[in-house]
């Protein structure tokens, strides 16, 4: 089993419609949770960073975080054609210094 | 949010050559940065972990010799790709962290290196 599983995809939407991405996790031991945006032959852009269990919001973003599921997921509402890239989860154990253990990144289109 | 600065965005090159990418945190300091490589439609790849003033930490797989890592200042990170070759064709992506913040991981641009 892999300690990030994320579904790649492709999702197609259209335009206004509410996007769920969703990654489960195996290890229990991570603290920190990320999403990444990531369009073609770009660099990965910081979208939502939480710790612990429950929801934030930010715009049109919400993450959630269910630790005793193992279980995070990233809202889109009112999705936009502007909002077509890949999104990937991310995720880290309480040490400063270690490297995050990404998801495969879910690929997302949305139509016009 | 923090900002990390790679360049070059592309090179080509021929086989044989030797290419350095930079990686700079502009405006804040990071003992610790982290070197990527991407295929098209795949996930990030951990190729190394670089600290500042010491050696870099490599991940399984993959040749020290061949990506050398120089993280000589708190705000500098070099990968230079050796002899490449038309395999080492890929995206390289580096990131970094706020030596005095959190978790979060900023990330370059990335460099899209192409061998002939």
């Known amino acids: 089993q892999k300690e990030v599983e994320q579904d790649p995809g492709p999702l197609s939407v259209p335009e206004g419609a509410i996007v769920s991405l969703n990654c489960t996790y195996s290890n229990s031991a991570f603290q920190y949770f990320m999403w990444y945006r990531q369009y073609s032959r770009k660099g990965p852009e910081l979208l939502m960073y939480t710790y612990s269990s429950g929801n934030k919001e930010d715009g049109r973003f919400t993450a959630q975080v269910d630790k005793s599921s193992k279980y995070i997921s990233l809202f889109i509402r009112d999705s936009q054609p502007s909002d077509s890239a890949t999104y990937l989860c991310a995720m880290s154990l309480n040490s400063g210094n270690t490297p995050l253990v990404f998801g495969k990144g879910t690929r997302l289109s949305v139509i016009a | 949010g923090a900002v990390v600065s790679q360049h070059p965005s592309w090179v080509i090159c021929k086989s044989g050559t030797s290419v350095k990418i930079e990686c700079r945190s502009l405006?804040?300091?990071?003992?610790?940065m982290f070197w990527y490589r991407q295929f098209p439609k795949q996930s990030l790849m951990l190729m190394a972990t670089s600290n500042e003033g010491s050696k870099a930490t490599y991940e399984q797989g993959v040749e020290k010799d061949k990506f050398l890592i120089n993280h000589a200042s708190l705000t500098l990170s070099t990968l230079t790709v050796t002899s490449a070759h038309p395999e080492d064709s890929s995206f390289y992506i580096c990131?970094?962290?706020?030596?005095?913040?959190?978790?979060?991981?900023?990330f370059g641009s990335g460099t899209q290196l192409s061998v002939l």
């Open positions: 990131s970094a962290r706020d030596s005095r913040g959190d978790e979060k991981l900023f």
């Open positions: 405006d804040f300091q990071a003992t610790t």
